[in-house]
C-alpha cells in the first residue's frame, strides 16, 4: 500500500478514484484541516461563478451583494449532505463515520471546484462562441467528482456499487426533508421572534404612557 503524506493523498484520491479511496480508509491519512479548506474553496468558487463571470456570458448582476446564498449552496449544503448521508448510512449497515463522509465527500469536490473555477477564468479570455470550450472543462469536472462521490461514499461504507447508488438517492431525499425541517424551524421560529418583539413593544408604550 503506498506511503503518502496527508497532502500527497488527496491527488491520490483525485486521479485513482476507485483504489485512492480504498488506500484512504486502510491508511486513515484523511485530514479534516483539507476538507474544510476544500469547502471554503468551495465557497469561493460559487461567489466567483457568480460575481466574476466574464461580461459577455453575464451582465446583468446584482448591484447588491448578498453573501448568504453562497453560504448556503456551499457550507449548508454540503453540511445537509455530510449529517443526511451518515442518517442514511445507519439503514444501510454502513461502516463510516461523519468524520470520514465528511473527508471523502470534501475531495471529490475538487474536480467540480476547479472546473468552475478554471471555466470562470477562460470566460474571460474565449468569446461566445467558444464557449463550448468553457463548457467541456465544467462537464468534465462535475462528472469527475460524481464518479469520486461514489467511489468515496463507496470506499467509506465498503458497500457495493448498487447499494452506494440507492444510499446516495435516500441520502438526497434525506436533504430535501432536513431543509424542509430547518425552513420550517426558522420560520417558527421567526414567529415566535416577531410575537415578542410585538409584545415588548406594546408593554414599552403603555408603560410610557
Request: hydrophobic share 55%.
Amino acid at each position: 500500500m503506498l506511503d503518502l503524506t496527508k497532502g500527497q493523498f488527496v491527488k491520490h484520491v483525485v486521479f485513482h478514484p476507485f483504489e485512492g479511496f480504498e488506500d484512504l480508509r486502510w491508511k486513515k491519512q484523511g485530514s479534516m484541516g483539507i476538507a474544510f479548506a476544500i469547502v471554503c474553496l468551495l465557497f469561493v468558487q460559487q461567489i466567483a461563478y457568480s460575481r466574476l463571470y466574464g461580461f459577455q456570458y453575464y451582465s446583468d448582476y446584482d448591484k447588491i451583494f448578498n453573501i448568504v446564498p453562497y453560504i448556503f449552496k456551499s457550507f449548508i449544503l454540503f453540511g445537509t449532505w455530510v449529517v443526511a448521508n451518515w442518517a442514511m448510512c445507519t439503514l444501510f449497515d454502513g461502516e463510516g463515520s461523519m468524520k470520514n463522509i465528511f473527508i471523502n465527500s470534501a475531495y471529490a469536490l475538487i474536480p467540480y471546484i476547479t472546473g468552475y473555477l478554471v471555466g470562470t477564468v477562460m470566460s474571460h479570455f474565449l468569446i461566445r462562441d467558444e464557449y463550448v470550450f468553457i463548457q467541456a472543462v465544467e462537464i468534465i469536472g462535475l462528472c469527475w467528482s460524481f464518479v469520486l462521490v461514489i467511489s468515496g461514499i463507496k470506499a467509506v461504507h465498503q458497500f457495493t456499487f448498487g447499494k452506494t447508488i440507492a444510499l446516495i438517492l435516500l441520502t438526497l431525499v434525506a436533504m430535501i426533508a432536513i431543509l424542509f425541517l430547518l425552513v420550517l424551524l426558522l420560520t417558527l421560529f421567526q414567529q415566535v421572534l416577531i410575537f415578542i418583539l410585538s409584545i415588548y413593544t406594546e408593554l414599552s408604550y403603555r408603560l410610557r404612557v
